[in-house]
T-cell receptor, first 115, second 116 residues
Framework: NAGVTQTPKFQVLKTGQSMTLQCAQDMNHEYMSWYRQDPGMGLRLIHYSVGAGITDQGEVPNGYNVSRSTTEDFPLRLLSAAPSQTSVYFC??????????????FGAGSRLTVL | AQTVTQSQPEMSVQEAETVTLSCTYDTSESDYYLFWYKQPPSRQMILVIRQEAYKQQNATENRFSVNFQKAAKSFSLKISDSQLGDAAMYFCAYRSAGGSNYKLTFGKGTLLTVNP
């Protein structure tokens, strides 16, 4: 199993450009989420989804858009990139209930730089 | 809202010695989960250990153990016989046990250096 796959691993954007960070998991996990990691800030939740067709906002959702059309995929869209969105982005998934719900499986991260 | 505090931005330890990383949290809930994640230079987030709040017994995973003090809202990580591969950023995290709140709240991290 590949686990959680994020693409691209690195991306440089200019202010105002849009892009999509891709996230796919092959574990049939219902719960998926996006975090951003900034120096000295830990990881902060951007958006999450508890199943196909269901999404909700996390702690820092502004400037980001998500959709969940399939169980496997949970893309994160930057509508108009800003320098404040320079960060490392992590996608994670887990089971919603049971013992597996206690463990998030993370992707390898995507480093985004906005100039 | 829950908060997680890691008061040690950086720690260092000699190889083969023991080090303890501190974590405190604030919550009004009685049932929850606590985690330690390791992030090496590769950037991959790796689960080190987890603790269910309703269990009084401290969790242990090989050289890693926790000291869970529920009343004090403290959750420290002890690394015994430290190895060079233990060098990483360590994050403490909290998750509610009830409802549909699947959010993990992370501390800001502790950077652990292991000296040979």
């Amino acid at each position: 199993n590949a686990g959680v796959t994020q693409t691209p691993k690195f991306q440089v954007l200019k202010t105002g450009q849009s892009m999509t960070l891709q996230c796919a998991q092959d574990m049939n996990h219902e719960y998926m989420s996006w975090y951003r990691q900034d120096p000295g800030m830990g990881l902060r939740l951007i958006h999450y989804s508890v199943g196909a067709g269901i999404t909700d906002q996390g702690e820092v959702p502004n400037g980001y858009n998500v959709s969940r059309s399939t169980t496997e995929d949970f893309p994160l869209r930057l509508l108009s990139a800003a320098p404040s969105q320079t960060s490392v982005y992590f996608c994670a998934s887990s089971e919603p209930t049971g013992s597996g719900a206690n463990v998030l499986t993370f992707g390898a991260g995507s480093r985004l730089t906005v100039l | 809202a829950q908060t997680v505090t890691q008061s040690q931005p950086e720690m260092s330890v000699q190889e083969a010695e023991t080090v303890t990383l501190s974590c405190t949290y604030d919550t009004s809930e009685s049932d929850y989960y606590l985690f330690w994640y390791k992030q090496p230079p590769s950037r991959q987030m790796i689960l080190v250990i987890r603790q269910e709040a309703y269990k009084q017994q401290n969790a242990t995973e090989n050289r890693f153990s926790v000291n869970f003090q529920k009343a004090a809202k403290s959750f420290s990580l002890k690394i015994s016989d430290s190895q060079l591969g233990d060098a990483a950023m360590y994050f403490c995290a909290y998750r509610s046990a009830g409802g549909s709140n699947y959010k993990l709240t992370f501390g800001k991290g502790t950077l652990l250096t292991v000296n040979p």
